[in-house]
């Protein structure tokens, strides 16, 4: 058990080397020349609130069968977030906080962990609908005429919807670690209804507020937008973002090219967008997964 904790802890440490190796840090005093103390300050107040945010998310859901401290949630939060960088769209998470509790409970685990990621994808989903309709919509003239890639992300999201409602339609055969997707909605059904607008003001919070510190750091880097606009290009970038599957440590190239094309067409600076995207996957991945190596460490299995 010993060697697994350091095999992950040293491979999450090499991959964020690695990553950051792959950045060019050659004009990073030009980042820190937009920064004073209270900015700087505000913008990690930013990502301390979004992770606090999903570990009371986290104690809320597990609560409904044991009731857990919030430093068992950070742990459990962060440990598994550490233990899920490898994996594609943080399904190691699942396995992770499984391991957490006991083998009885691990289809409890399972079952609330893709409750708290679904609606925290659905709220996702909502606002990146939102930001398209800007987009493509309200304002084509951002778009040129022929531009492949802009029809491309035109349908995108049409696409994305209609094979999601023929996805439920032939769905009934489909498992996920066990559950039919019939178990599912029998579940969230099941589940108490307090808990389930906690669970869907929590992931609404926390998308608000990673979404705006975006918004600020676009302010800070002397980006003039209108508020609307760049609020709502923002949830477009998440929406793309979050609908390609990827491994989590990865999130930054995906995001940072889709943010890249779209402010791209708002005129903003290449080198400004990607210095931000950059700056948001540093604090809000690289910081916790250090954290959670922390955990990692100290984790002592229930199981034998």
Same mark, same amino acid.
């Given at each position: 058990m010993v060697l697994i904790k350091l095999l992950i802890?040293?491979?999450?440490?090499?991959?964020?080397?690695?990553q950051l190796k792959t950045k060019d840090l050659s004009d990073w005093h030009l980042v820190t020349q937009k920064f004073t103390f209270l900015s700087f300050l505000g913008i990690v107040f930013l990502s301390f609130l979004n992770w606090f945010l999903e570990c009371l998310k986290w104690k809320n859901l597990v609560s409904d069968f044991k009731k857990i401290t919030f430093k068992k949630a950070v742990e459990q939060t962060l440990g598994s977030l550490t233990a899920s960088i490898f994996t594609p769209n943080r399904i190691g998470e699942y396995v992770a906080k499984g391991m957490y509790y006991s083998k009885e409970q691990t289809k409890k685990i399972i079952f609330l962990n893709f409750l708290g990621n679904?609606?925290?994808?659905?709220?996702?989903?909502?606002?990146?609908? +939102?930001?398209?309709v800007f987009f493509f919509v309200l304002s084509p003239n951002l778009?040129?005429?022929h531009d492949f890639s802009s029809g491309f992300?035109?349908?995108?999201?049409?696409?994305?919807?209609?094979?999601?409602?023929?996805?439920l339609i032939y769905s009934k055969k489909w498992r996920f670690y066990g559950y039919? +997707?019939?178990?599912?909605?029998? !579940?969230?059904?099941?589940?108490?209804?307090? !808990?389930?607008?906690?669970?869907?003001?929590?992931?609404?919070?926390? /998308?608000?507020?990673f979404s705006h510190q975006? /918004?600020?750091?676009?302010?800070?880097?002397?980006?003039?937008?209108?508020?609307?606009?760049?609020?709502?290009?923002?949830?477009?970038? /998440?929406?793309?973002?979050?609908?390609?599957?990827?491994?989590?440590?990865?999130?930054?190239?995906? !995001?940072?090219?889709?943010?890249?094309?779209?402010?791209?067409?708002?005129?903003?600076?290449q080198w400004t967008i990607v210095s931000i995207t950059t700056l948001m996957w540093l604090l809000n991945l690289v910081i916790p997964?250090?954290?959670?190596?922390?955990?990692?460490?100290?984790?002592?299995?229930?199981? !034998?």
């Open positions: 802890v040293c491979g999450a440490v090499a991959f964020l080397y690695a679904s609606v925290q994808m659905l709220v996702t989903l909502f606002f990146g609908l +939102i930001g398209c778009l040129e005429e992300l035109f349908w995108l999201p049409v696409i994305l919807v209609a094979g999601l409602i023929l996805g039919s +997707i019939d178990n599912l909605i029998g !579940k969230i059904h099941l589940f108490p209804a307090r !808990k389930h607008f906690a669970n869907i003001q929590y992931s609404l919070f926390r /998308y608000l507020v975006f /918004y600020f750091l676009l302010l800070l880097f002397d980006v003039n937008l209108p508020y609307p606009d760049a609020l709502l290009t923002i949830f477009t970038m /998440y929406f793309f973002a979050s609908v390609v599957p990827t491994i989590h440590l990865m999130d930054v190239v995906v !995001k940072g090219s889709v943010a890249v094309f779209l402010f791209g067409k708002l005129g903003v600076n997964v250090l954290i959670g190596s922390v955990f990692v460490l100290n984790y002592k299995p229930l199981r !034998k």
